[in-house]
């Protein structure tokens, strides 16, 4: 087995036609849905055996659990209800009624709400956990299949294969806020532990989505993939898993790169996964022979690059690490490293300037290769542009410089931003918003280095005080002096609608010269900056 091959245990017998998987917050139980036989089956994460088998009516399809572990919400599709499970006695405790055809569904992160995929009525339901009553209901598209919701809480992303689109709902005011179109059968959805990502699966399109919640747009596309069924995501590494019908596979996506990593065949028609919380072992729901599979995190190093001046921390996954006495990059001793258990090292990668294995010693055993690791120059930002926006953000900053390939993040003082696209010599990224204006610095972050001596200026709405002298004569060619507020990034004045030739002389105060008009009376002032805008009905007199 190749260092890197992610290993897969033994198949775990469950009822009949499995759909779905989902874990415990504490990692020690996953509860599947099994369609076919109107059963929930409940597997030991420690034994990997199913230790008991929950009935309920009819056709459970999707399958969440409630952030604090107490109670499995059940979608049965058979009989428009969702099933209440509590978990510490594995009984169904309350049915909640006035559904149609539920399919996917997802609970909120303060578990107060669960949203649910009505295939049958188009639109997506609102059921309280405190009354287990439907609450609300949000129109949308044709075919509803899935639902996530973001890490904040305040929007739900739900896939309408019918409709062949993604739709965006608003959690305050429950009404849709944007529609993506053009996909083909979405079906998989889930949200980055940041929220600032949401990945989807096009199960006619082979492909992969990324959108970024920012924009509502989709920032990339990852294609390759044959028929993808359900996607989960892994956060300390980030990775994707794709469940794939088309090949009976399950694809490794790295996130950073947006790259395909691994391909791990011999699942048998697999549909939803669920990845355990420490995020070394993903279960992968097999419909075709009605088992369970355990996939181990891929084996190597995650990240598996860093600067020639080391410091990196990275995580070592593989079997047998439990007695390990010593990690080498190469020939140098990793800087640090702890074993965690027999299947995982926290270690910190020396200086060195070249790609190596990874060599771990236990014992009387002579060392073993478990991964490379591969040493970048330092990542080096040049310039940004544009240098100033709005304290609302939503402008789109190119980055530009080298080696930036593997650009994690960019980062405006504290608050970090997954970039919407990366090359090796530009970045482009949505600015965020801020609470105050005056300037940031910019750092951009790589798997080799963060850098950064760049300075982003959040410019507040400008205003205007005065306009002296406050007439001219049509002919233009007038002196007149503006005065207001946050006047520095004036980038245009037009007075009447016709532009004027202006320079700033400080934050509050522009020189302008009038342009000519086409007839007397008064004119409105307007001051744009790239904070804002800023008009004065009628504040120049044209005589």
């Not at 036989?37 to 459970?60: C, H, N, W, Y």
């Not at 969702?82 to 006695?89: D, E, L, Q, R």
């Amino acid at each position: 087995m190749e260092a890197d091959e992610p290993l897969m245990a033994d198949e775990i017998p469950v009822g009949h036609a499995p759909i779905w998987a989902a874990v415990t917050p504490d990692g020690q139980r996953v509860y599947v849905t099994n369609f076919g036989s109107s059963s929930v089956s409940v597997i030991d994460t420690a034994t990997r055996t199913v230790i008991t088998t929950i009935g309920v009516t009819s056709g459970p399809w999707g399958i969440a659990i409630s952030p604090d572990g107490l109670r499995a919400y059940v979608a049965c599709f058979g009989n428009s209800t969702v099933a209440v499970i509590n978990t510490a006695s594995n009984t169904i405790t309350a049915t909640v009624t006035g559904l149609n055809r539920p399919l996917g569904l997802a609970v909120t992160p303060d578990g107060a709400r669960v949203y649910v995929a009505s295939q049958g009525g188009s639109r997506v339901d609102v059921i309280s956990a405190a009354t287990y009553t439907v609450t609300d209901s949000v129109p949308v598209g044709t075919g509803p299949r899935n639902v996530a919701i973001t890490p904040d809480g305040a929007e739900v992303y739900v896939t309408l294969e019918g409709a062949g689109a993604v739709q965006v709902i608003n959690t305050a005011a429950h009404t849709v806020t944007a529609t993506l179109t053009g996909l083909t059968f979405p079906r998989g959805v889930t949200a980055s532990s940041d929220g600032q990502r949401v990945y989807v699966t096009e199960y006619g399109g082979d492909r992969l989505d990324v959108i970024d919640t920012a924009t509502h747009t989709v920032a990339t596309t990852i294609t390759g993939l044959s028929i993808p069924f359900g996607v989960a995501l892994s956060h300390a590494v980030p990775l994707a898993y794709v469940t794939c019908n088309g090949d009976d596979s399950v694809i490794v996506i790295d996130l950073v790169t947006n790259k395909i990593i691994d391909t791990v065949a011999g699942f048998h028609a697999p549909a939803w996964l669920a990845i355990t919380p420490d995020e070394l072992d993903v279960y992968v729901v097999n419909n075709g022979n009605e088992t369970v599979s355990v996939l181990r995190a891929p084996a190597g190093a995650h990240p598996n690059v860093g600067p020639i001046s080391g410091g990196t921390p990275t995580t070592i996954i593989a079997e047998g690490l439990g007695n390990t006495t010593a990690v080498r990059f190469g020939r140098t001793p990793a800087a640090s490293f702890t074993v965690v258990n027999d299947n995982e090292i926290q270690a910190v990668s020396p200086r060195l300037f070249t790609e190596v294995n990874i060599n771990v010693a236990a014992g009387q055993r002579g060392p073993r290769t478990v991964g490379r690791f591969y040493y970048l120059q330092d990542s080096v930002l040049t310039r940004i542009s544009p240098t100033s926006g709005p304290l609302s953000g939503g402008t789109t900053l190119t980055v530009t410089g080298r080696g930036l390939i593997t650009t994690t993040s960019v980062n405006y003082g504290s608050v970090a931003v997954t970039p919407s696209s990366v090359y090796d010599g530009k970045v482009t990224v949505t600015v965020p918003p801020a609470q105050t204006p005056g300037p940031v610095p910019v750092t951009v972050t790589t798997r080799s280095n963060a850098y950064g001596r760049a300075t982003y200026t959040y410019v507040g709405p400008p205003g205007i005080s005065s306009v002296t002298p406050a007439s001219g004569s049509t002919a233009g060619g007038d002196p007149v002096l503006i005065d207001g507020t946050e006047l520095s990034f004036t980038t245009s004045v037009t007075i009447g609608g016709s532009p004027a030739a202006f320079g700033v002389i400080s934050n509050t105060r522009i020189a302008v010269v009038t342009p000519p008009a086409a007839a007397p009376g008064p004119a409105d002032v307007v001051v744009t900056t790239t904070g804002g805008t800023s008009t004065a009905p009628g504040a120049f007199v044209y005589t």
